[in-house]
C-alpha cells in the first residue's frame, strides 16, 4: 500500500491556451497516504492550477500541454467527465477558500454536506446523517446532532468552514485538496479551523495537499512543503527542512516575511507621542440602521466611544477581528460616515463630521487609502488619469510620474489600466492616490489584508519610508497583528466596537492587559512547528481570566 | 492521449455567429437609407406618378402606387428617414433623461432616489399608448410632441436600468474614493461610474429604439402621429390599409419594414450580448 503513492504528478505543464508563458511548469510530486503536502506561493504561483489538476480539472482558457496525474491507478487527466464524477466527492474532494459561497443558501447544512454520500448511492441518508454529525462533533461544532439542521447564513464563518471540511471529508477520501481554507477568517477563528481539521485528516489518514500563501499556518499542517514560483517547484523538503535551512532565495525571503514582530529591526529612536497631535478623535459613537428617537443613537452601534490621537511621524494601529468595527472608525474619520457623537480635530482645528463640509484644504490634508485594491480603482481609468484627477482636484500640479516613482512603480505605468496590474502595483498606485494630495493624515484601511506575505511586506516597508519622508500621521488599520509589531508606535485594540487596550507597541506586546489582546497575540500563527498545539492551551489560559468574554 | 487533453481544454475564442452579422446589415442597410434618403427617393414623395391607386409593381414605381396613386417606393424610403430620425431622437431623449436621472438616483440615495424612483413607477404604471393618446389631443400632432411624449415614456425604463447598474458600481470603493476627496455629482455620474456601464446602455438604447419604433408607428397607425403629407411607416400601412381588400400589396411592405428593422435591433443586440456572455466565461 505505501509502495503506490495517492497521487503522482508527472512533469506536469498546463499552458493559457491562447499561448504565453506556462501557469505550471513542468513540476513532479508524490504524496503518500495520509501524508499532508503544502503548496505555497504567491498568487499567479501555479498553486491553485496545480492543485486542481490533481481532480482533473483544468480551468476553462488553460490547457495541459504535456504530463500526467494519477490519482492511485487512475490517469485523471485522461479520465471522462463519467470516471471523473464518479471519483469527486468520495476518493478525492474539494474543500474551497470561500465556504460562504459554496454552500448553497437556501439548503439546510446536513443534507449539503451528505451530497456526496447521496449523489454517489454509498449508503442510506440515516447512516450518511450518521456519519456527519459524528464529524461535526470531531470538528468541535457545537450541538453537533442538531447543527446540521440549520441553514448556511445561521451559522459564523468559521463553522462554516467546517462545514466544508466535512463535506470534505465525510466518505473518507484518499485525498482532500483545501484550497486557503483558512485565508478568510480572523486569526482566533482560523486557529480553531487549523486544529479541527488537523485532528480529522490524522484519525482518517487521509491525504492532503494545502494550497496557502501563509507559511506560518503552514508549517502548523503540514509534513513536507514545495514552494511554488511561477509555475516551478523551487524548493521541496519537510515542513522543519524549509522553516530551518530555507536554501533558495526566494524561500528565505518568504521566511523572512514571516518573522512576527521582530523589533529588533526599528531603528527609529522611541519619539512616539513626541510633538502635538495631528489627527484627534474623541468619543466616536457611530453605527449603522435608524435611530432611536430618544438617545439619537444608531440600532447597531458600531464604533461605540472611541478615542485616539496621531502625532506626525507616528503609527496608531487599529486592531481588531471583523466586526470590532474599525473600517467604520475610518469612514468616520475620512468623513464618508457622519458619527453620531464625538469630535474629529485636525491640528487642533474641529472637521465637520461629514466630507461635503469639509473644506477641500481640510479634505487635502486627510486621505484614506482602502482595503480592497481591486475595486479603489476604476477599472475604465488609466492610471496616470486616476493620479491626474486627485492631482488637479487639489490643484497641485501634476507629476504623476513623480507619484509613481515615489510608490516604486516605473512611470510607464501611468498608461496602463488597473487590470494590467498586480494586487500589490494596485496597492501601491492607491497610496500615491492619496500621496497626490500631499496630505499630513493618512488612513490605511487594511491596505495589507488581500496582498501575499512578500508582497504585504514590501508595502508595509513603503509606508515606513512615506512616513518617515513626508512626515505623515498614519493611522494603520489592520487585523493583522504581526505585521503591525514592526510598524506602528501606537496600539489601539477594538472589540465590538469598544477599544479594550491602548499603549505603546513594545509595552503591549511584551505584557498584554486585556484577555482579548492575549488571545490575539496567541492566535498569530508562529512560524515553528507545534505551535498549533501550544496555542489552544494559551488560549485557554487566555480566556481564562476574569474579564468575561461574551460569546 | 491528445484527444483526451483537447476534452478538458476550454474552448477557443468564439467566432462571431451568422446572427450577428445578418441582424446588424439589416439595421445599417436602413440606417444608410435614412440617411441618403434624398439621393435614393426615386421620385418626390409626394408626386402623383399614376393615374391609379394601387397599381402594381411597374418600371416606374417598383412598389407600386399608394392609395392617391404615389410611388410607394419613395414614400418607404422617405419613411424610413422620418421613422429612424424620430425614433433615433427619442431614444436618445430617453437615454440622457433617464440614464442622468438614474445614476443621479444611484449614487444620491435617500429622498431623492425615493421621490425619481415613485414618479419612475407612476409612469411605467401608465399604458403608453393610452398617455400618447391624451397629450397629443391635448397639444395637437407634431413631431416633435411625438418625439418627447416617446422620450419621457421610455426614459422611465432607462431610468430603472441605469439605476440598478449605478447602484452596483455606486458601493465600490473607487466611488468612495472620490467621494473622500469631495467629487460631486457631475465627475461622480460621468466619469467614474458611466465609463464602467457604456456597453449595457448602449445594448438598452437599441432595444428601446426598436420600441420607440413600434410605439410612434403605432400612433401613427391609428391617426396621431406623422400627419399627411408626410408619413412615417406606421403612417404608411395606416393610409394604404384599403389595399388589402383590393388585393394590393401596398400596406404589406411598410409593415415589413417595421418588423424587420425592430427584429434586426433585437436580435443584434442578443449577438453581442452572447458573445460577451462567452468571452467572459472564457477568460474566468
Known amino acids: 500500500m505505501n509502495d503506490t503513492p495517492v497521487l503522482a504528478v508527472e512533469a506536469l505543464v498546463v499552458a493559457p491556451q491562447a499561448g504565453g508563458a506556462p501557469v505550471v511548469d513542468g513540476i513532479s510530486l508524490t504524496l503518500a497516504k495520509g501524508e499532508v503536502l503544502a503548496l505555497i506561493g504567491e498568487s499567479g504561483s501555479g498553486k491553485t492550477t496545480l492543485a486542481l489538476s490533481a481532480l482533473g480539472r483544468v480551468r476553462p482558457g488553460l490547457a495541459v500541454r504535456g504530463g500526467r496525474v494519477r490519482l492511485g491507478a487512475t490517469d485523471v487527466l485522461c479520465a471522462g467527465e463519467t470516471v471523473l464524477r464518479d471519483l469527486r466527492g468520495r476518493r478525492a474532494t474539494y474543500v474551497a477558500q470561500s465556504a460562504a459561497a459554496a454552500f448553497n443558501p437556501s439548503l439546510r447544512l446536513d443534507f449539503q454536506v451528505t451530497e456526496p454520500s447521496r449523489v454517489h448511492r454509498l449508503r442510506p441518508l440515516a447512516e450518511a446523517l450518521a456519519m456527519a454529525h459524528s464529524l461535526y462533533r470531531r470538528l468541535d461544532l457545537p450541538d453537533s446532532r442538531r447543527i446540521g439542521k440549520r441553514f448556511p447564513h445561521e451559522v459564523s464563518g468559521g463553522q462554516l468552514q467546517r462545514f466544508m471540511v466535512a463535506m470534505g471529508l465525510i466518505e473518507g477520501p484518499e485525498l482532500v485538496v483545501c484550497d486557503e ?112 428617537r430618544v438617545t439619537g443613537r444608531p440600532s447597531v452601534l458600531a464604533v461605540n466611544g472611541v478615542t485616539l490621537s496621531v ?52 479634505r487635502r490634508r486627510v486621505q484614506m487609502v482602502f482595503q480592497m485594491a481591486d475595486t479603489a480603482l476604476n477599472p475604465r481609468h488609466t492610471i496616470g488619469r486616476i493620479l491626474g484627477r486627485a492631482l488637479d482636484f487639489f490643484g497641485r500640479e501634476r507629476r504623476s510620474a513623480e507619484l509613481l516613482e515615489m510608490v516604486r512603480l516605473p512611470a510607464s505605468y501611468a498608461r496602463r489600466r488597473p487590470g494590467e496590474l498586480s494586487g500589490g502595483e494596485k496597492q501601491r498606485v492607491n497610496l500615491a492616490r492619496a500621496l497626490a494630495a500631499e496630505p499630513e493624515v493618512l488612513i490605511c484601511d487594511e491596505i495589507i489584508s488581500a496582498l501575499d506575505t512578500v508582497v504585504a511586506a514590501a508595502i508595509v516597508r513603503l509606508v515606513e519610508d512615506l512616513r518617515d519622508r513626508l512626515g505623515l500621521a498614519i493611522v494603520f488599520i489592520s487585523h493583522d497583528l504581526a505585521t503591525v509589531a514592526t510598524l506602528a508606535d501606537q496600539l489601539v485594540v477594538m472589540r465590538r466596537g469598544e477599544v479594550v487596550e491602548r499603549g505603546s507597541v513594545d509595552q503591549i506586546l511584551a505584557n498584554p492587559g486585556h484577555p482579548y489582546t492575549r488571545l490575539l497575540l496567541a492566535s498569530v500563527p508562529e512560524l515553528r512547528i507545534g505551535w498549533l498545539e501550544d496555542a489552544a492551551e494559551r488560549a485557554k489560559v487566555a480566556t481564562a481570566e476574569p474579564v468575561e468574554l461574551p460569546a | 492521449m491528445s484527444g483526451a487533453i483537447d476534452a478538458v481544454a476550454a474552448p477557443p475564442r468564439p467566432a462571431r455567429r451568422p446572427l450577428f452579422w445578418v441582424s446588424l446589415s439589416i439595421v445599417a442597410a436602413w440606417a444608410l437609407v435614412a440617411l441618403l434618403a434624398p439621393i435614393l427617393m426615386p421620385h418626390d414623395p409626394t408626386d402623383f406618378v399614376s393615374d391609379d391607386p394601387f397599381a402594381a409593381p411597374d418600371r416606374i414605381a417598383w412598389l407600386g402606387t399608394d392609395y392617391l396613386g404615389r410611388d410607394l417606393l419613395a414614400r418607404l424610403i422617405g419613411g424610413a428617414q422620418i421613422t429612424l430620425a424620430m425614433a433615433f431622437l427619442a431614444t436618445l431623449l430617453a437615454s440622457l433623461l433617464g440614464g442622468t436621472l438614474g445614476l443621479l438616483a444611484a449614487i444620491a440615495g435617500g429622498w431623492l432616489d425615493a421621490v425619481l424612483s415613485r414618479i419612475v413607477d407612476i409612469v411605467l404604471s401608465l399604458p403608453k399608448i393610452i398617455v400618447g393618446l391624451v397629450v397629443v389631443a391635448a397639444v395637437g400632432p407634431s413631431m416633435a410632441a411625438l418625439i418627447a411624449i416617446a422620450g419621457v415614456v421610455y426614459a422611465a425604463g432607462v ?86 381588400s383590393a388585393g394590393s400589396w401596398a400596406p404589406i411592405f411598410p409593415a415589413l419594414a417595421i418588423a424587420s428593422l425592430a427584429i434586426a435591433l433585437n436580435l443584434l443586440v442578443d449577438a453581442v450580448g452572447d458573445r460577451r456572455q462567452a468571452v467572459r466565461a472564457r477568460d474566468e
Open chain 1, 181 to 292: 481554507p483558512t485565508s478568510a477568517l480572523d486569526v482566533t477563528t482560523q486557529v480553531e479551523v487549523l486544529k479541527a481539521f488537523k485532528a480529522v485528516i490524522r484519525d482518517g489518514n487521509t491525504a492532503a495537499l494545502f494550497v496557502s500563501h501563509d507559511l506560518a499556518v503552514v508549517a502548523q499542517i503540514a509534513d513536507r512543503i514545495a514552494v511554488l514560483s511561477r509555475g516551478r517547484v523551487v524548493e521541496q523538503g519537510t515542513t522543519g527542512e524549509i522553516l530551518s535551512s530555507p536554501q533558495q532565495p526566494y524561500t528565505q525571503e518568504l521566511v523572512a516575511a514571516c518573522r512576527r514582530w521582530d523589533r529588533s529591526r526599528r531603528p527609529r529612536p522611541a519619539r512616539a507621542g513626541s510633538g502635538p497631535a495631528r489627527l484627534e478623535v474623541a468619543g466616536i459613537i457611530a453605527g449603522y440602521g435608524p435611530r432611536n
Open chain 1, 311 to 362: 502625532a506626525a511621524r507616528e503609527v496608531v494601529a487599529v486592531i481588531g477581528e471583523s466586526g470590532s468595527g474599525k473600517s467604520t472608525l475610518a469612514q468616520v474619520i475620512a468623513g464618508l460616515r457622519p458619527p453620531t457623537a464625538g469630535e474629529i480635530r485636525l491640528a487642533g482645528r474641529r472637521l465637520a463630521p461629514d466630507v461635503a463640509r469639509r473644506s477641500l484644504e481640510e
Open chain 2, 159 to 244: 431610468f430603472r436600468i441605469a439605476r440598478a447598474l449605478g447602484a452596483d458600481i455606486a458601493v465600490l470603493d473607487f466611488i468612495l474614493a472620490a467621494r473622500a476627496r469631495g467629487e460631486g455629482a457631475r465627475w461622480l455620474v460621468f466619469g467614474e461610474i458611466l465609463p464602467n456601464i457604456v456597453m449595457p446602455l448602449a445594448a438598452d438604447f437599441a432595444i428601446r429604439m426598436s420600441f420607440a419604433i413600434l410605439f410612434m408607428s403605432s400612433l401613427s397607425f391609428i391617426g396621431l402621429g406623422v400627419q399627411p403629407p408626410r408619413a412615417d411607416w406606421g403612417g404608411l400601412v395606416r393610409e394604404n390599409l384599403s389595399a388589402l
